[in-house]
């Protein structure tokens, strides 16, 4: 084995590990936006926004429900601190089941984890093409000052567009033919979400991502190699960003993760 191949053996062996953790995407199973005062599918209490302009959701409930939010069983009325919060509260309904809450566009949802859940105990794999060297690509990139706004759809979105800041310009060629494509920052990356003519066949249908930075030299790789499953190929729970036109490969890149599979080798969510 190459030292390539070493290397991203390593890595796949991390992914799926990772996808059966506590909060891993198998254990999300639901989330829920909350606009009003509602019950929240699998989980006890009465969930609404808060009323004094803070972040994150209020939960009403009885003790004999045994919710505890920040350490303390809830007995009435509590508000739960969101991830936009510089101390995001802890929520716990069992032994199995935690939750979080988490912002979008000044609304809030409860996600719900459970670190038992179906997904989890019929996890067979991620399935991932073989080592493919030939689907190490060099490109080219170009810083654009103060970035610009590329518009991704969302899966549950019913196509409306949030706009995601694109940094600059990633350039490259293949079979003779110049692509130039959109990632918008992800952290200290960039991430590269893609379609090609693999999906729906022998890869997820909805399309992959890909995390990349740029060279010192102004060049950038992509190693499709390294190309992975969205989090909604794990659970319906998510909702995924859509690849962008100029992101729509109309080739093959048979590299990378392919689909999620339960234990006896069939689609887990298929």
């Not at 919710?67 to 991830?83: E, N, Y």
């Not at 949030?162 to 990633?170: H, M, T, W």
Request: hydrophobic share 40%.
């Amino acid at each position: 084995m190459s030292e390539a191949e070493d290397k991203l053996a390593t890595f796949r062996e991390r992914r799926n590990l990772a996808a059966i953790q506590p909060e891993g995407p198998l254990a999300l199973t639901n989330t829920q936006w909350v606009d009003m005062e509602q019950p929240i599918w699998g989980v006890p209490g009465t969930w609404g926004p808060r009323t004094d302009g803070g972040s994150g959701l209020l939960v009403t409930a009885e003790a004999s429900e045994s919710i505890v939010v920040d350490g303390v069983t809830v007995d009435g009325q509590v508000s739960v601190r969101g991830k936009d919060d510089e101390s995001p509260s802890t929520v716990v309904f069992s032994d199995t089941v935690s939750g979080h809450v988490i912002a979008a566009e000044g609304t809030y949802a409860l996600r719900v984890w459970d670190s038992q859940s179906e997904g989890i105990q019929n996890f067979g794999e991620v399935d991932a093409y073989p080592y493919a060297p030939q689907w190490v690509i060099t490109g080219t990139w170009k810083e654009i000052p103060g970035g610009t706004s590329v518009g991704f759809e969302h899966l549950k979105d019913e196509g409306v567009a949030r706009d995601e800041v694109v940094p600059g310009e990633i350039t490259f060629s293949h079979d003779g033919a110049d692509y130039s494509i959109a990632a918008f920052k992800a952290g200290r990356a960039l991430q590269l979400v893609f379609a090609d003519a693999t999906n729906g066949g022998s890869t997820y249908s909805v399309g992959r991502f890909l995390f990349l930075a740029p060279n010192p030299d102004g060049s950038i790789t992509l190693d499709f190699n390294y190309a992975i499953l969205p989090p909604c190929a794990f659970s319906y729970a998510f909702n995924c960003p859509l690849p962008p036109a100029q992101n729509r490969f109309p080739f093959a890149i048979e590299a990378g993760e392919k689909n999620v599979l339960a234990k006896d080798g069939s689609l887990l969510h298929g």
